[in-house]
């Protein structure tokens, strides 16, 4: 039973009735496949479903929420009872009065995964088990993770919207560790968005796992990285990590109303070189971030954060919205019915620009070319940020050279960004899921080839 068979003006009402702003109920069920592959063996197969109901009343600018997996009416009814009795303030006085539903269709599905028997699924991360292991001898561990996942929700609110969403998403990854004497060495390859089995039709398994093998295969024999200021290319086969969480986590518009982001008041200043324009966007088709409308009924937009290095927006829900007085962009995202919404991004990427990518590399005469990037971490009060290099490349006399290892870049994001001197006509993304806040979000980033100046690359003395 769903939202539509009841009378959801009544349970809104009832959340409201302590006092409040806004109230909106979040119905969500869903059913998800896992399946792990390690040392050669399946250790892990999970396959369930999931089903309940979130309601939330905003008052005074603050949360009461409260969620239940039981639906039926009255026990909305009770539970909107409860929240009412969380929150106080002036009374809700304007009429409840819901509009017709709508439904918002998730992308097409060509091979929907419920389609395929779990067996199927599981050959999918044997093939690229062996795969992986029949790579080289040097191969010591590999993990193979297959995950699908369909969710329906429907949102009703006290504004009268009720909407109605769905989407199907299917991720595949490989991690391969290699070891020759006592070096030892990592390759990472995901595949995924909100796709059916249908991604398997642009990359197989195989092809995966030899991926993530090749690369750490290939680190093995690869040289200590420099360290020292230098020039970096990062490939746009690097994805968006920088861009997420450089600059992306700053923009979120909760960190900067309380102060946790260097970017707080700087709506309007120069944050980043002209060549810089940062966008958030949730309707690119398939792209794991990707959504019709956000989990609090707000149809997604394509948002432009920072345009020719002139910071222009944040992103918002609606709570952070109601804060600064503007209207929320569509980025109001939880894990799951057991969460409140909180501002999150979706897909973030810098755009292109017009300097042909194999260009940019030959204008280097010593630096770093960065292919992949690993894990970050960035501290959104001050900027400052630490990335690994999982594949990086020594640049000399303008031409790719030989593979260097155990690179990280260090800096601060408004810096590094103003750094930028050069952004390539290709754009390539990254998948993953975002964590903030205890909850996980399915994101994912992008960019294009692009230069900056000089960094801090640490390595080997």
Request: proline share 4%.
């Amino acid at each position: 039973m769903a939202l539509d068979n009841m009378n959801v003006s009544r349970i809104l009402k009832r959340a409201l009735s302590g006092g409040g702003e806004f109230a909106d109920i979040y119905f969500e069920e869903g059913s998800s496949t896992s399946v792990v592959c390690e040392e050669g063996k399946i250790e892990k197969i999970l396959a369930g479903t999931d089903r309940g109901v979130g309601i939330r009343v905003i008052s005074d600018l603050r949360t009461a929420y409260a969620f239940t997996n039981e639906i039926t009416e009255a026990a909305l009814l009770d539970l909107a009872g409860t929240v009412s009795k969380a929150v106080r303030g002036r009374q809700f006085g304007a009429p409840i009065d819901m509009r017709p539903k709508v439904v918002a269709p998730g992308f097409p599905i060509a091979v929907p995964p419920e389609a395929a028997k779990l067996k199927d699924k599981v050959a999918l991360v044997r093939r690229a088990d062996e795969a992986a292991r029949g790579m080289d001898g040097r191969v010591r561990q590999v993990m193979v993770v297959y995950r699908d996942g369909r969710v329906r929700t429907q949102i009703a609110n006290s504004l009268g919207e009720f909407i109605e969403t769905g989407r199907t998403g299917t991720v595949f990854l490989a991690q391969v560790v290699a070891r020759q004497d006592d070096v030892i060495q990592t390759g990472y390859e995901p595949v995924g968005g909100f796709r059916g089995l249908e991604i398997f039709d642009a990359r197989s398994p195989e092809e995966v796992a030899r991926t993530a093998a090749g690369r750490a295969l290939m680190m093995l024999r690869a040289r200590k990285a420099p360290a020292g200021m230098m020039p970096v290319v990062i490939s746009s086969e690097a994805g968006g990590t920088m861009v997420h969480e450089a600059i992306g986590h700053g923009l979120e518009a909760d960190l900067a109303q309380a102060g946790m982001s260097v970017y707080t008041g700087k709506i309007g200043t120069v944050v980043a070189s002209p060549l810089v324009t940062v966008i958030d966007d949730p309707t690119i088709p398939h792209a794991r971030g990707s959504y019709s409308h956000d989990d609090e009924g707000v149809a997604s937009r394509r948002t432009v954060l920072v345009e020719n290095g002139v910071l222009r927006c944040y992103l918002y829900d609606r709570l952070s919205a109601m804060k600064d007085g503007c209207q929320s962009t569509g980025n109001g995202r939880r894990e799951s019915y057991h969460a409140k919404p909180i501002v999150r991004m979706s897909n973030t990427l810098i755009a292109p620009g017009d300097t042909p990518p194999e260009s940019i590399v030959r204008e280097v005469e010593r630096g770093l070319f960065v292919r992949k990037m690993g894990g970050g971490q960035v501290n959104t009060v001050t900027g400052d940020f630490v990335f690994e290099v999982s594949e990086g490349y020594l640049i000399e006399n303008g031409c790719i050279g030989e593979a260097v290892r155990g690179a990280t870049l260090t800096g601060n994001g408004p810096d590094v960004l103003k750094k930028v001197t050069k952004i390539g006509t290709d754009l390539g993304y990254s998948i993953g899921t975002c964590g903030k806040d205890g909850q996980g979000a399915p994101v994912s980033d992008g960019q294009p080839t692009l230069l900056i100046s000089d960094i801090t690359v640490g390595g080997a003395v």
